[in-house]
């Protein structure tokens, strides 16, 4: 578990599903995003996976709304936002959540 993430973080849930006919450059474009989300102020963590049934879960951890805000609102980000909008995905959803509480094992 990474010891970095605390009470008050903002957690955001992406999930999505490529169309059939996604743009080829989807995962040139979603490897600079990735790349880019940590060189952000506030920047705490964020996971990519696949699911079997094809669903893409991205979950990404900032320290607060005002950093979430500023991932969101950034210009590279926007423009990938609408780069799925148009030519990558099939359905997405988005989360966003207050961490109430942090525990596991082994304990800190």
Avoid: C
């Amino acid at each position: 578990m990474n010891s970095d993430f605390q009470a008050g973080q903002i957690v955001t849930v992406f999930r999505s599903r490529l169309r059939a006919d996604a743009d080829p450059r989807y995962s040139e474009h979603a490897e600079q995003i990735s790349e880019l989300a940590p060189t952000m102020p506030g920047y705490v963590d964020h996971k990519s996976f696949t699911a079997d049934d094809g669903e893409r879960v991205t979950i990404v951890t900032f320290e607060d709304h005002a950093t979430q805000d500023a991932w969101r609102l950034q210009s590279d980000h926007v423009a990938a936002q609408r780069a799925g909008i148009a030519s990558y995905y099939e359905t997405y959803s988005l989360q966003v959540a207050t961490v109430e509480k942090v525990s596991g094992f082994p304990p800190a």
